[in-house]
DNA sequence: TACCGATGTCAACGCTTGTTGGCCTACGAT
DNA sequence: ATCGTAGGCCAACAAGCGTTGACATCGGTA
Protein backbone atom coordinates (compact mmCIF):
# COMPACT_ATOMS: atom_id res chain seq x y z
CA UNK A 1 0.00 0.00 0.00
CA UNK A 2 0.80 3.57 -0.75
CA UNK A 3 3.73 2.97 -3.44
CA UNK A 4 1.87 2.12 -6.48
CA UNK A 5 2.51 -0.35 -8.83
CA UNK A 6 4.67 0.42 -11.62
CA UNK A 7 2.72 -0.18 -14.73
CA UNK A 8 4.35 -0.71 -18.19
CA UNK A 9 2.05 2.54 -19.47
CA UNK A 10 3.34 5.01 -17.18
CA UNK A 11 5.94 6.55 -19.90
CA UNK A 12 3.11 7.44 -22.01
CA UNK A 13 0.73 8.55 -19.34
CA UNK A 14 3.66 11.17 -18.34
CA UNK A 15 3.81 11.88 -21.82
CA UNK A 16 0.55 12.95 -21.92
CA UNK A 17 0.32 15.23 -18.45
CA UNK A 18 3.73 16.78 -19.60
CA UNK A 19 1.90 17.58 -23.19
CA UNK A 20 -0.98 18.71 -21.78
CA UNK A 21 0.25 21.21 -18.89
CA UNK A 22 2.06 22.40 -21.89
CA UNK A 23 -1.26 23.25 -23.61
CA UNK A 24 -3.80 23.81 -21.32
CA UNK A 25 -1.12 27.13 -20.67
CA UNK A 26 -0.55 27.92 -23.76
CA UNK A 27 -4.06 27.64 -25.03
CA UNK A 28 -6.54 27.76 -21.74
CA UNK A 29 -8.98 24.84 -21.25
CA UNK A 30 -11.35 25.16 -24.54
CA UNK A 31 -8.54 25.94 -27.15
CA UNK A 32 -6.49 22.84 -25.97
CA UNK A 33 -8.21 19.85 -27.59
CA UNK A 34 -6.79 16.48 -26.64
CA UNK A 35 -6.38 15.57 -30.17
CA UNK A 36 -3.55 18.32 -29.82
CA UNK A 37 -2.23 16.84 -26.85
CA UNK A 38 -2.53 13.63 -28.03
CA UNK A 39 -0.16 14.79 -31.27
CA UNK A 40 2.62 16.26 -28.74
CA UNK A 41 2.67 13.25 -26.52
CA UNK A 42 3.40 11.36 -30.17
CA UNK A 43 0.25 8.88 -29.61
CA UNK A 44 -3.11 8.17 -30.06
CA UNK A 45 -6.40 10.71 -28.72
CA UNK A 46 -8.25 7.55 -27.50
CA UNK A 47 -4.99 6.42 -25.57
CA UNK A 48 -6.01 10.01 -23.65
CA UNK A 49 -9.54 8.79 -22.77
CA UNK A 50 -8.51 5.51 -21.38
CA UNK A 51 -6.09 6.65 -19.21
CA UNK A 52 -7.86 9.64 -17.91
CA UNK A 53 -11.04 9.68 -18.56
CA UNK A 54 -11.99 12.55 -19.98
CA UNK A 55 -10.85 16.28 -20.58
CA UNK A 56 -12.01 17.53 -17.45
CA UNK A 57 -10.56 14.69 -15.69
CA UNK A 58 -6.92 14.94 -17.64
CA UNK A 59 -7.32 18.68 -16.61
CA UNK A 60 -7.32 18.21 -12.75
CA UNK A 61 -4.60 15.48 -13.20
CA UNK A 62 -2.74 18.53 -15.16
CA UNK A 63 -3.84 21.35 -12.83
CA UNK A 64 -2.33 19.53 -10.05
CA UNK A 65 -0.14 22.29 -8.52
CA UNK A 66 1.79 23.17 -5.22
CA UNK A 67 3.20 26.60 -4.97
CA UNK A 68 5.57 25.23 -2.36
CA UNK A 69 5.60 27.89 -0.32
CA UNK A 70 8.41 28.72 2.85
CA UNK A 71 7.78 28.92 5.82
CA UNK A 72 7.87 32.64 6.77
CA UNK A 73 7.68 32.53 10.43
CA UNK A 74 11.77 31.51 10.24
CA UNK A 75 12.09 35.03 9.04
CA UNK A 76 12.93 38.27 10.47
CA UNK A 77 9.95 40.76 9.93
CA UNK A 78 10.55 42.93 6.88
CA UNK A 79 11.84 40.68 4.71
CA UNK A 80 8.64 38.94 4.05
CA UNK A 81 7.83 40.84 0.68
CA UNK A 82 11.11 40.17 -0.57
CA UNK A 83 11.43 35.98 0.16
CA UNK A 84 7.72 36.05 -1.04
CA UNK A 85 7.81 37.97 -4.31
CA UNK A 86 11.07 35.96 -5.66
CA UNK A 87 9.50 32.84 -4.54
CA UNK A 88 6.64 33.09 -6.82
CA UNK A 89 8.23 34.38 -9.69
CA UNK A 90 11.32 31.27 -9.18
CA UNK A 91 8.21 28.78 -8.82
CA UNK A 92 5.99 30.03 -11.78
CA UNK A 93 8.78 30.19 -14.31
CA UNK A 94 9.97 26.71 -13.29
CA UNK A 95 6.93 24.86 -14.08
CA UNK A 96 3.87 26.01 -16.32
CA UNK A 97 1.09 24.41 -14.26
CA UNK A 98 0.26 27.77 -12.89
CA UNK A 99 0.11 29.28 -15.95
CA UNK A 100 -2.05 26.55 -17.35
CA UNK A 101 -4.44 27.01 -14.18
CA UNK A 102 -4.27 30.86 -14.77
CA UNK A 103 -4.99 30.82 -18.20
CA UNK A 104 -8.06 28.27 -17.79
CA UNK A 105 -9.58 29.62 -15.25
CA UNK A 106 -10.82 32.87 -17.13
CA UNK A 107 -13.19 31.03 -18.30
CA UNK A 108 -13.50 27.43 -16.95
CA UNK A 109 -15.49 26.85 -13.77
CA UNK A 110 -13.38 23.81 -12.13
CA UNK A 111 -9.79 25.98 -12.79
CA UNK A 112 -11.23 28.72 -10.91
CA UNK A 113 -12.51 26.42 -8.30
CA UNK A 114 -8.77 25.07 -7.76
CA UNK A 115 -7.46 28.68 -8.11
CA UNK A 116 -9.56 29.21 -4.82
CA UNK A 117 -8.42 26.04 -3.37
CA UNK A 118 -4.39 26.85 -3.95
CA UNK A 119 -5.26 30.25 -2.14
CA UNK A 120 -7.13 28.61 1.05
CA UNK A 121 -5.24 25.79 1.35
CA UNK A 122 -1.47 27.29 0.64
CA UNK A 123 -1.47 31.26 0.34
CA UNK A 124 -3.98 31.89 3.77
CA UNK A 125 -2.40 29.64 5.93
CA UNK A 126 1.40 31.08 5.39
CA UNK A 127 0.39 34.93 5.79
CA UNK A 128 -1.81 33.60 8.77
CA UNK A 129 1.45 32.83 10.66
CA UNK A 130 2.67 36.11 10.21
CA UNK A 131 0.37 38.63 10.00
CA UNK A 132 -0.23 40.69 13.40
CA UNK A 133 -4.19 40.16 13.29
CA UNK A 134 -5.10 36.58 12.75
CA UNK A 135 -8.98 37.17 12.51
CA UNK A 136 -8.33 39.21 9.50
CA UNK A 137 -5.59 36.89 7.99
CA UNK A 138 -8.08 36.20 4.73
CA UNK A 139 -8.01 40.01 4.20
CA UNK A 140 -4.42 40.73 3.69
CA UNK A 141 -3.79 37.28 2.31
CA UNK A 142 -6.62 38.68 -0.61
CA UNK A 143 -5.19 41.42 -0.87
CA UNK A 144 -1.10 40.32 -1.63
CA UNK A 145 -2.93 37.61 -4.01
CA UNK A 146 -4.44 41.04 -6.09
CA UNK A 147 -0.73 42.53 -6.33
CA UNK A 148 0.95 38.87 -6.81
CA UNK A 149 -1.68 37.44 -9.70
CA UNK A 150 -1.83 40.91 -11.47
CA UNK A 151 1.98 40.43 -11.66
CA UNK A 152 1.19 36.87 -13.09
CA UNK A 153 -1.76 38.15 -15.91
CA UNK A 154 0.77 41.33 -16.73
CA UNK A 155 4.03 39.34 -17.13
CA UNK A 156 2.91 35.79 -18.54
CA UNK A 157 -0.64 36.34 -19.92
CA UNK A 158 -1.02 39.75 -21.45
CA UNK A 159 2.81 40.05 -21.61
CA UNK A 160 2.93 43.89 -21.29
CA UNK A 161 5.55 44.95 -22.48
CA UNK A 162 7.34 46.92 -19.92
CA UNK A 163 6.75 44.46 -17.03
CA UNK A 164 7.56 41.27 -18.78
CA UNK A 165 10.81 42.47 -19.57
CA UNK A 166 11.86 43.62 -16.19
CA UNK A 167 14.32 41.91 -14.35
CA UNK A 168 12.77 39.37 -11.69
CA UNK A 169 15.27 41.71 -9.37
CA UNK A 170 13.73 44.90 -10.15
CA UNK A 171 10.46 43.22 -9.79
CA UNK A 172 11.74 42.05 -6.51
CA UNK A 173 12.28 45.57 -5.16
CA UNK A 174 9.34 47.30 -6.42
CA UNK A 175 6.65 45.06 -5.14
CA UNK A 176 8.57 44.01 -1.82
CA UNK A 177 7.29 47.34 -0.06
CA UNK A 178 3.55 46.86 -1.08
CA UNK A 179 3.36 42.75 -0.23
CA UNK A 180 5.28 43.80 3.34
CA UNK A 181 2.30 46.30 3.74
CA UNK A 182 -0.05 44.01 3.15
CA UNK A 183 0.95 41.66 5.47
CA UNK A 184 1.74 44.12 8.19
CA UNK A 185 0.20 47.57 8.14
CA UNK A 186 -2.35 48.43 10.10
CA UNK A 187 -5.89 48.21 8.93
CA UNK A 188 -7.62 51.24 7.12
CA UNK B 1 -20.17 64.12 -43.04
CA UNK B 2 -19.92 62.71 -39.40
CA UNK B 3 -23.07 61.59 -38.76
CA UNK B 4 -23.95 58.16 -40.13
CA UNK B 5 -27.80 57.58 -41.34
CA UNK B 6 -29.82 56.18 -39.12
CA UNK B 7 -30.54 53.03 -40.22
CA UNK B 8 -34.03 50.65 -39.35
CA UNK B 9 -32.00 48.09 -38.19
CA UNK B 10 -30.08 50.02 -35.47
CA UNK B 11 -32.10 48.61 -32.57
CA UNK B 12 -31.34 45.04 -33.54
CA UNK B 13 -27.51 46.05 -34.37
CA UNK B 14 -27.41 47.20 -30.95
CA UNK B 15 -29.24 44.56 -29.04
CA UNK B 16 -26.63 42.18 -30.87
CA UNK B 17 -24.04 44.11 -28.99
CA UNK B 18 -25.07 44.25 -25.68
CA UNK B 19 -25.90 40.48 -25.96
CA UNK B 20 -22.31 39.84 -27.23
CA UNK B 21 -20.80 42.09 -24.44
CA UNK B 22 -22.90 40.07 -21.80
CA UNK B 23 -21.71 36.52 -23.16
CA UNK B 24 -18.38 37.51 -23.72
CA UNK B 25 -17.99 38.83 -20.41
CA UNK B 26 -19.86 35.77 -18.70
CA UNK B 27 -17.74 33.47 -20.81
CA UNK B 28 -14.93 34.65 -22.44
CA UNK B 29 -14.51 34.39 -26.20
CA UNK B 30 -14.32 30.66 -27.37
CA UNK B 31 -17.68 29.63 -25.05
CA UNK B 32 -19.42 32.39 -26.02
CA UNK B 33 -21.51 31.15 -29.22
CA UNK B 34 -22.94 33.63 -32.13
CA UNK B 35 -25.96 31.47 -31.61
CA UNK B 36 -26.41 31.92 -27.75
CA UNK B 37 -25.78 35.93 -28.44
CA UNK B 38 -28.31 36.03 -30.82
CA UNK B 39 -30.94 34.02 -29.17
CA UNK B 40 -30.22 36.44 -25.80
CA UNK B 41 -30.94 39.08 -28.74
CA UNK B 42 -34.23 37.34 -29.79
CA UNK B 43 -32.63 37.17 -33.34
CA UNK B 44 -31.76 34.74 -35.87
CA UNK B 45 -27.76 33.89 -35.72
CA UNK B 46 -27.89 34.77 -39.05
CA UNK B 47 -28.33 38.23 -38.38
CA UNK B 48 -25.29 38.58 -35.93
CA UNK B 49 -23.49 37.72 -39.82
CA UNK B 50 -24.75 40.09 -41.69
CA UNK B 51 -24.73 43.03 -40.02
CA UNK B 52 -20.47 42.58 -38.26
CA UNK B 53 -19.43 39.94 -40.53
CA UNK B 54 -17.47 37.51 -38.53
CA UNK B 55 -17.22 36.24 -34.91
CA UNK B 56 -13.73 37.78 -34.70
CA UNK B 57 -15.31 41.41 -35.60
CA UNK B 58 -18.22 41.34 -33.83
CA UNK B 59 -15.82 40.70 -31.13
CA UNK B 60 -13.61 43.78 -31.93
CA UNK B 61 -17.06 46.05 -32.06
CA UNK B 62 -17.90 44.43 -28.67
CA UNK B 63 -15.28 45.03 -26.98
CA UNK B 64 -14.50 48.63 -27.83
CA UNK B 65 -13.48 50.41 -24.81
CA UNK B 66 -12.96 53.24 -23.08
CA UNK B 67 -11.04 53.63 -19.18
CA UNK B 68 -12.03 57.37 -19.55
CA UNK B 69 -9.53 58.33 -16.81
CA UNK B 70 -9.53 61.74 -14.86
CA UNK B 71 -6.44 64.09 -15.68
CA UNK B 72 -4.33 63.68 -12.85
CA UNK B 73 -2.26 66.83 -13.18
CA UNK B 74 -5.09 68.94 -11.89
CA UNK B 75 -4.74 67.09 -8.26
CA UNK B 76 -2.60 67.62 -6.19
CA UNK B 77 0.22 65.32 -5.43
CA UNK B 78 -0.73 62.53 -2.89
CA UNK B 79 -4.25 62.23 -4.44
CA UNK B 80 -3.58 60.36 -7.24
CA UNK B 81 -3.93 56.70 -6.28
CA UNK B 82 -6.71 57.54 -4.42
CA UNK B 83 -8.53 58.97 -7.51
CA UNK B 84 -7.61 56.26 -9.95
CA UNK B 85 -8.65 53.24 -7.74
CA UNK B 86 -12.00 54.78 -6.71
CA UNK B 87 -12.24 55.18 -11.03
CA UNK B 88 -11.36 51.55 -11.54
CA UNK B 89 -13.58 50.40 -9.52
CA UNK B 90 -16.71 52.77 -10.59
CA UNK B 91 -15.74 52.33 -14.50
CA UNK B 92 -15.47 48.59 -14.49
CA UNK B 93 -18.95 47.93 -12.01
CA UNK B 94 -20.49 50.72 -14.43
CA UNK B 95 -19.71 48.83 -17.90
CA UNK B 96 -19.21 45.20 -18.69
CA UNK B 97 -17.14 45.91 -21.48
CA UNK B 98 -13.40 45.71 -19.54
CA UNK B 99 -15.11 42.05 -18.11
CA UNK B 100 -15.59 40.56 -21.62
CA UNK B 101 -12.12 42.20 -22.84
CA UNK B 102 -10.32 40.58 -19.42
CA UNK B 103 -12.26 37.57 -19.67
CA UNK B 104 -11.16 36.76 -23.54
CA UNK B 105 -7.84 38.06 -23.45
CA UNK B 106 -6.51 35.17 -21.47
CA UNK B 107 -7.13 32.98 -24.86
CA UNK B 108 -7.85 35.19 -27.49
CA UNK B 109 -5.00 37.03 -29.40
CA UNK B 110 -7.23 39.96 -30.70
CA UNK B 111 -8.39 40.93 -27.50
CA UNK B 112 -4.69 40.68 -25.56
CA UNK B 113 -3.66 43.01 -28.46
CA UNK B 114 -6.62 45.32 -27.49
CA UNK B 115 -5.57 45.20 -23.85
CA UNK B 116 -2.52 46.41 -25.14
CA UNK B 117 -3.73 49.03 -26.81
CA UNK B 118 -5.56 50.51 -24.21
CA UNK B 119 -2.63 50.35 -22.07
CA UNK B 120 -0.28 51.78 -24.29
CA UNK B 121 -3.14 54.30 -25.30
CA UNK B 122 -4.79 55.32 -22.18
CA UNK B 123 -2.97 54.09 -19.04
CA UNK B 124 0.97 55.08 -19.93
CA UNK B 125 -0.33 58.66 -21.20
CA UNK B 126 -2.05 59.48 -17.93
CA UNK B 127 0.73 58.36 -15.98
CA UNK B 128 3.50 59.88 -18.04
CA UNK B 129 1.72 62.79 -17.11
CA UNK B 130 1.93 62.99 -13.09
CA UNK B 131 5.43 60.69 -12.79
CA UNK B 132 8.32 62.22 -12.26
CA UNK B 133 10.53 60.95 -14.51
CA UNK B 134 8.73 60.48 -18.01
CA UNK B 135 11.31 58.52 -19.20
CA UNK B 136 10.40 55.78 -17.03
CA UNK B 137 6.60 55.99 -17.35
CA UNK B 138 6.27 53.13 -19.31
CA UNK B 139 7.57 50.69 -15.97
CA UNK B 140 5.88 53.25 -13.88
CA UNK B 141 2.67 52.71 -15.77
CA UNK B 142 3.04 48.96 -16.00
CA UNK B 143 3.52 48.58 -12.29
CA UNK B 144 -0.05 50.55 -12.06
CA UNK B 145 -0.86 47.96 -14.42
CA UNK B 146 -0.10 44.88 -12.45
CA UNK B 147 -1.69 46.26 -8.85
CA UNK B 148 -5.24 47.10 -11.03
CA UNK B 149 -5.26 44.14 -13.21
CA UNK B 150 -4.62 42.16 -9.96
CA UNK B 151 -7.72 43.73 -8.68
CA UNK B 152 -9.87 42.97 -11.25
CA UNK B 153 -8.75 39.16 -11.97
CA UNK B 154 -9.33 38.41 -8.41
CA UNK B 155 -12.30 40.12 -7.72
CA UNK B 156 -14.33 39.92 -10.88
CA UNK B 157 -13.00 37.03 -12.62
CA UNK B 158 -12.09 34.42 -9.65
CA UNK B 159 -14.55 36.15 -7.53
CA UNK B 160 -12.11 35.32 -4.41
CA UNK B 161 -13.93 35.77 -1.16
CA UNK B 162 -12.02 38.45 0.73
CA UNK B 163 -11.82 40.15 -2.29
CA UNK B 164 -15.20 39.94 -3.73
CA UNK B 165 -16.73 41.03 -0.55
CA UNK B 166 -14.34 43.77 0.11
CA UNK B 167 -16.49 47.42 0.35
CA UNK B 168 -15.04 49.79 -2.26
CA UNK B 169 -13.89 52.26 0.04
CA UNK B 170 -11.86 49.77 2.11
CA UNK B 171 -10.23 48.47 -1.73
CA UNK B 172 -9.42 52.04 -2.41
CA UNK B 173 -8.02 52.79 1.16
CA UNK B 174 -5.74 49.71 0.97
CA UNK B 175 -4.45 50.06 -2.63
CA UNK B 176 -4.26 54.05 -2.49
CA UNK B 177 -0.61 54.04 -1.10
CA UNK B 178 0.71 51.12 -3.61
CA UNK B 179 -0.49 53.20 -6.63
CA UNK B 180 1.09 56.59 -4.93
CA UNK B 181 4.58 54.32 -4.67
CA UNK B 182 4.20 53.38 -8.44
CA UNK B 183 3.83 56.61 -9.60
CA UNK B 184 6.08 58.89 -7.53
CA UNK B 185 8.83 56.76 -5.24
CA UNK B 186 12.28 57.18 -6.62
CA UNK B 187 13.11 54.25 -8.37
CA UNK B 188 15.01 51.49 -6.70
C1' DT C 1 4.40 -22.84 -27.00
C1' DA C 2 -0.12 -21.13 -25.97
C1' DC C 3 -2.58 -17.87 -23.64
C1' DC C 4 -4.44 -13.48 -21.67
C1' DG C 5 -4.45 -8.96 -20.21
C1' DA C 6 -2.44 -4.54 -21.03
C1' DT C 7 -1.04 -1.33 -24.71
C1' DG C 8 -1.97 0.91 -28.71
C1' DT C 9 -4.40 2.01 -33.48
C1' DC C 10 -8.27 3.04 -36.51
C1' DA C 11 -12.55 4.52 -37.94
C1' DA C 12 -16.55 6.27 -36.78
C1' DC C 13 -20.39 8.31 -33.93
C1' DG C 14 -23.15 12.34 -32.44
C1' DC C 15 -22.91 16.95 -31.47
C1' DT C 16 -21.82 21.82 -31.73
C1' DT C 17 -19.65 25.42 -34.03
C1' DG C 18 -19.07 29.42 -37.49
C1' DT C 19 -20.77 30.47 -41.71
C1' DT C 20 -23.59 30.63 -46.15
C1' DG C 21 -27.36 31.06 -49.53
C1' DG C 22 -32.11 31.12 -50.54
C1' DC C 23 -36.53 32.65 -49.46
C1' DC C 24 -40.21 35.42 -47.38
C1' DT C 25 -41.93 39.92 -45.58
C1' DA C 26 -42.68 44.71 -44.96
C1' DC C 27 -41.52 49.31 -45.53
C1' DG C 28 -40.67 53.72 -48.31
C1' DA C 29 -40.22 55.99 -52.64
C1' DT C 30 -42.16 56.50 -57.12
C1' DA D 1 -50.73 50.67 -56.46
C1' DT D 2 -46.17 48.99 -57.46
C1' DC D 3 -41.74 47.98 -57.11
C1' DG D 4 -37.00 47.74 -55.11
C1' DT D 5 -34.58 47.07 -51.21
C1' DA D 6 -33.42 46.23 -46.59
C1' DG D 7 -34.68 43.33 -42.62
C1' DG D 8 -35.34 38.89 -41.04
C1' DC D 9 -35.84 33.66 -40.82
C1' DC D 10 -34.85 28.87 -42.10
C1' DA D 11 -32.20 25.02 -43.50
C1' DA D 12 -28.06 23.42 -44.53
C1' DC D 13 -23.03 23.03 -45.08
C1' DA D 14 -18.15 21.74 -43.75
C1' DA D 15 -15.20 21.42 -40.05
C1' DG D 16 -13.81 20.35 -35.56
C1' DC D 17 -14.83 18.60 -31.16
C1' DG D 18 -15.04 14.83 -27.23
C1' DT D 19 -15.89 10.28 -27.03
C1' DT D 20 -16.61 5.24 -28.13
C1' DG D 21 -16.07 0.47 -29.59
C1' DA D 22 -13.91 -2.94 -32.43
C1' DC D 23 -9.70 -4.64 -33.78
C1' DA D 24 -4.44 -5.40 -33.86
C1' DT D 25 -0.08 -6.26 -31.17
C1' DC D 26 3.12 -6.96 -27.62
C1' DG D 27 4.90 -9.09 -23.15
C1' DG D 28 5.01 -11.79 -19.32
C1' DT D 29 3.18 -16.28 -17.45
C1' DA D 30 1.74 -21.01 -17.17
Known amino acids: MGTETPRRSDPTRAAILAAARDRFAADGYERATIRAIAADAGIDPAMVMRYYGSKDRLFAAAAEFDLRLPDLSELPAGRYGEVLVHHFLTRWESDGTF ?90
Not at 133 to 144: C, F, I, K, M, W
Not at 158 to 167: G, V
Open 99 to 188: LALLRAAATNEAARQRMLDVFAGQVAPVVAKVCPDPAHAAERAGLVATQMMGLAVCRYVLRLPPIAAMPADTVVAWLRPTIERYLSAPRP
